[in-house]
C-alpha cells in the first residue's frame, strides 16, 4: 500500500486536519490488514491439522483393516484345526509320534 506524503492544501489547520484523518485510516488499515492475517493464519493451521488428521484417521483404518485380516486368518486357522482328519492321516499320524518315541 503507498501512503501518501502530509498533505498540503495552504491552511495549516485543514492540513493538520487531514493529516490525523490520514494518519487514523492508516492505523485502522493496519489493524485490519493484521486481523486478516491473523485470520488466514488461523484458518492455516486449522487446515494443516485437518490433514494431519485425515492422514492419521488413514493410517488408523488401515492399521484395522489388517488386524481384522490377522484375525481373520487366526480363526480360519483355529477351525481348521478343529475339523475331524480323515482316518488314513490319523493312522500316519500315530505312527510317527511312535517313530518318533525312544524305546
Known sequence: MERQGPPNTGDAKRDQ???EQQARLQERQEKDRQKL???QEREDQKLEQKRA???RRQQT?????QQTQ???????QQQQKLQPRPPSDRRSESQSQQQE???
Not at 61 to 65: K, T
Not at 70 to 76: D, I, K, L, N, T
Open 17 to 19: 486536519k487531514l493529516q
Open 37 to 39: 492475517e491473523q485470520k
Open 53 to 55: 488428521d485425515d492422514a
Open 61 to 65: 483404518e488401515q492399521r484395522h483393516q
Open 70 to 76: 490377522q484375525m481373520e486368518q487366526r480363526h480360519a
Open 101 to 103: 518315541r525312544p524305546h
